[in-house]
């Protein structure tokens, strides 16, 4: 019989600090080789076309940020949300409710083609997000309502709504009875950044924007400092004068903000228009590169990257050798796990113990 | 067969599978733990259920296989939260995450076939009682369970001492290890107990309701469950109620949708009238309607800072680890 004991460290490792998401990586794709051996296929094969074969051509590398931009804009607000101990789940909705609000201008007025339509459409999408993702915010603050299932539960009513949107009133008249609206003019399309060799748009500039303002707003400001000390401790928040109520309306309005963009960005640059489903589940993937990357912009950035190549490699590993390209998502979700267990590594010593070993301890405290 | 009696039996249908899982997740929570992994368990049983009944052609192994599933997947969030005391909130997300996931890809090969459904239960003379007779004594078997569960938790939280020791570890730890209880023990076992739970009530989705498999089926069920057990206040009989509630919201909803208002003419004005307006709601916002009275709900029922702190597990969510 073999026992695991935690030894709480005087102070957290810095070393695992840093080592845990590799740790993390590392067994995610130890299981995952198992995983493809099990499904009968090489997995020596199988890794290379799910992890690098998506990364050997220039317009892979532009398909890679396609999809890192919204996972990157998602997580960085919503680890202002974790680091505040305010847990948005919601992300998805707010993304679907950024999207139709940028969406307002170019389904309804299209003929309005200004400079002004891109700038307008963003504002409006960030807008649309954030004031979505105010709502269970209000409600935590002012009636104690937990905003995990409030959060969850306005997804399904975000994208119901959706639903509605473009089978009903934004149908395109012209569209032969298809649940889509009409197609955006050219000038309320995100313009790609290299259009020569792929199609990464400004999306992917938004989302390391994004991230770096919001580092340099948690790691140097007082508001960042606020965030700190009332997640790690709201009483020793209240003492400091903070307000914890405007606190969660802050995290969750710039979450909301940044998920709403990343919506209108994604409908605008990569689908044109606006149709029953406009994400691939971004807003809970993005839950996995928040805590992948500790929860920190700059790391984000790079877990962005991470999951997005596990998008690409599951489709490539369907194309390829017929694997499902579901399994990204197990992937996405043992990874999760494995961050999770890593991170305990940071705070305490894992000491195993066999039973022979707590019998001889047994012996000696008697002796 | 009349009209009422048909939608009164799709209800207890619609509302039995929130009934299990949420029994599952209030032992979990009585025990101090929350765990945000009913959906993930949820799905996983519906799959795991409908592959079991499918194969061996019984959907009583499905229902076994479930229960199974359920508990073995269940131990992953026990393992990282109990023995790695991982934070709790993010560990539950991470197993309906990694539930939908898996379930997805082992459920490809299943997709689209008919399913085993398990049969209602007969009682000769009993059953064709009129009106109470099919609602009472002619439903599925997995009904007459969650009823039995319900009386057995309650039975068993408030009348056993191995209940009063499960609440004691939910209401504060660190006496009760004090006083030589083990636990973790206990919550692990309160957690599997759930998983259990969770997966019967996913097998309920892909065996009764709508015996077939179709990706994410459990659209948001275990996290309903999980507002019912707030809403409750972690108390057995009112997750009944709750669960009931529900179900006739969501029937009432699907039924509204459905029905044909030329053939309602019979009907009062007033009512023909209130029916008319709902009819030409979107179907979308109908659909809808099971969500916002979760959030309502949930509103109604926290406001109250007082009342929610004296009802609430106060070890809930609190990572433990022994100091030996």
Same mark, same amino acid.
């Given at each position: 019989m073999m026992?695991?004991?935690?030894?709480?460290?005087?102070?957290?490792? &810095? /070393?695992?600090?840093? +080592?845990?998401?590799?740790? &993390? /990586?590392?067994?995610? +794709?130890v299981f995952g080789a198992i995983l493809f051996a099990l499904l009968g296929r090489n997995p020596v094969t199988a890794m290379y076309i799910y992890f690098v074969s998506p990364l050997t051509q220039v317009w892979q590398i532009h398909e890679l940020a396609v999809k890192a931009a919204p996972l990157i804009l998602i997580a960085v607000g919503l680890a202002v949300c974790y680091r505040s101990n305010n847990w948005n789940i919601g992300a998805e909705g707010q993304l679907t409710m950024g999207a139709i609000a940028g969406s307002i201008l170019p389904v309804l007025v299209p003929e309005y083609q200004g400079v002004f339509l891109l700038p307008l459409m963003l504002i409006m999408g960030m807008a649309g997000g954030a004031l979505y993702a105010a709502i269970p915010a209000l409600l935590k603050v002012r009636f104690n309502t937990n905003e995990i299932l409030s959060s969850l539960m306005l997804v399904y009513v975000a994208q119901l709504f959706l639903d509605w949107v473009v089978r009903g009133p934004w149908r395109d008249p012209q569209g032969y009875n298809f649940p889509q609206t009409i197609q955006f003019s050219d000038a309320a399309i995100l313009p790609e950044l290299f259009p020569a060799s792929g199609r990464a748009s400004w999306a992917f500039v938004f989302a390391i924007v994004a991230a770096l303002i919001v580092w340099f707003l948690m790691a140097k400001t007082l508001k960042g400092f606020e965030v700190k000390v009332i997640g790690q401790s709201p009483r020793a928040g209240r003492f400091a004068g903070f307000s914890t109520g405007r606190m969660v309306l802050f995290a969750f309005m710039v979450s909301g903000a940044l998920a709403g963009l990343a919506g209108i960005s994604e409908v605008s640059a990569t689908i044109n228009q606006l149709q029953p489903v406009i994400s691939p589940g971004y807003g809970f993937t993005a839950i996995i590169v928040a805590f992948l990357g500790r929860l920190n912009p700059i790391g984000i950035i790079a877990a962005g990257l991470v999951l997005a190549l596990s998008y690409l490699g599951g489709e490539a590993a369907q194309a390829a050798i017929g694997i499902s390209d579901k399994t990204a998502r197990v992937f996405q979700g043992m990874l999760l796990f494995f961050v999770l267990a890593s991170d305990t590594l940071i705070y305490y010593r894992i000491r195993l113990i066999t039973s022979r070993r707590a019998a001889g301890e047994a012996a000696l405290e008697h002796s | 067969m009349n009209i009422l009696e048909a939608v009164l039996i799709t209800i207890v249908t619609a509302s039995t599978p929130l009934l299990i899982a949420a029994m599952g997740e209030l032992v979990v929570e009585r025990s101090g733990v929350l765990n945000l992994g009913v959906e993930g368990m949820m799905v996983m049983g519906?799959?795991?259920?409908?592959?079991?009944?499918?194969?061996?052609?019984?959907?009583?192994?499905?229902?076994?296989?479930?229960?199974i599933v359920g508990a073995v997947f269940s131990l992953l969030f026990a393992f990282l939260t109990l023995t790695l005391v991982t934070n709790q909130v993010a560990t539950g997300l991470a197993l309906t995450l990694l539930g939908l996931g898996l379930s997805g890809m082992l459920g490809e090969p299943f997709v689209g076939h008919p399913g085993v459904r398990m049969d209602n239960i007969h009682i000769p003379g009993l059953s064709d009682l009129p009106l109470v007779g099919g609602l009472l004594f002619g439903e599925d078997p997995l009904f007459y369970i969650s009823i039995l569960l319900v009386i057995a938790?309650?039975?068993?939280?408030?009348?056993?001492?191995?209940?009063?020791?499960?609440?004691?570890?939910?209401?504060?730890?660190?006496?009760?290890?004090?006083?030589?209880?083990?636990?973790?023990?206990?919550?692990?076992l309160a957690v599997m107990f759930g998983g259990a739970c969770a997966g019967l009530a996913g097998a309920q989705l892909s065996l009764v309701y709508t015996p077939q498999w179709v990706e994410n089926m459990t659209a948001g069920r275990g996290w309903i469950a999980l507002a019912l057990v707030v809403f409750a206040s972690w108390r057995p009989w009112r997750v009944f109620a709750g669960a009931y509630l529900f179900g006739a919201l969501t029937i009432a909803q699907l039924h509204v949708q459905a029905i044909d208002l030329n053939s309602l003419g019979f009907l009062p004005g007033p009512f023909y009238w209130l029916l008319a307006a709902l009819k030409s709601v979107p179907t979308q916002f109908l659909s809808s309607l099971p969500y916002l009275a979760t959030i309502v709900v949930l509103v109604l029922i926290s406001r109250n800072r007082r009342l929610t702190m004296v009802n609430t597990p106060a070890s809930l969510g609190r990572a433990f680890v022994p100091d030996r």
């Open positions: 026992r695991i004991e935690l030894i709480k460290r005087p102070q957290h490792s &810095a /070393l695992f600090s840093a +080592l845990s998401p590799i740790i &993390a /990586l590392v067994l995610t +794709l | 519906s799959v795991s259920g409908f592959a079991a009944a499918y194969m061996t052609g019984s959907p009583w192994l499905g229902a076994l296989a479930a229960i938790v309650s039975w068993f939280l408030f009348k056993t001492r191995a209940g009063l020791t499960l609440r004691s570890v939910g209401d504060n730890h660190g006496s009760a290890h004090a006083l030589g209880i083990p636990v973790i023990g206990i919550r692990y």
